[in-house]
């Protein structure tokens, strides 16, 4: 929990499970208070994460297209073996419930 902080990123439920970051654990024995708002798990005093969270979404999924496109156009040409790329919040799509 406080390694994302330092990076400015809000947890889900979900990512908190992954990362195995008890809010007990942070809550009680590091003596962190947290707080919990609009499906995101941050430390007090820090709600503005979530809307830098959610605005460096937008940006990543409007780049994404952008890949993507570029990728389709690169795949045209044979000498081009593979195009790869990398996205942070890949896991936050992926395994999104419906």
């Known amino acids: 929990m406080l390694y994302h902080n330092i990076f400015d990123y809000p947890l889900t439920f979900a990512e908190m499970v992954k990362w195995n970051a008890s809010v007990n654990f942070v809550a009680k024995i590091l003596n962190v208070p947290i707080e919990y708002r609009e499906g995101y798990f941050f430390l007090k005093g820090r ?52």
């Not at 952008?66 to 896991?91: D, E, F, Q, T």
Request: with cysteine.
């Open 47 to 98: 709600n503005g994460l979530i809307y830098k969270r959610v605005f460096r979404s937008r940006i990543s999924d409007k780049k994404m297209e952008i890949a993507k496109k570029a990728s389709r156009i690169l795949s045209m040409i044979p000498s081009i073996k593979m195009v790869v790329g990398n996205r942070v919040s890949c896991y936050e799509k992926c395994f999104r419930r419906k």
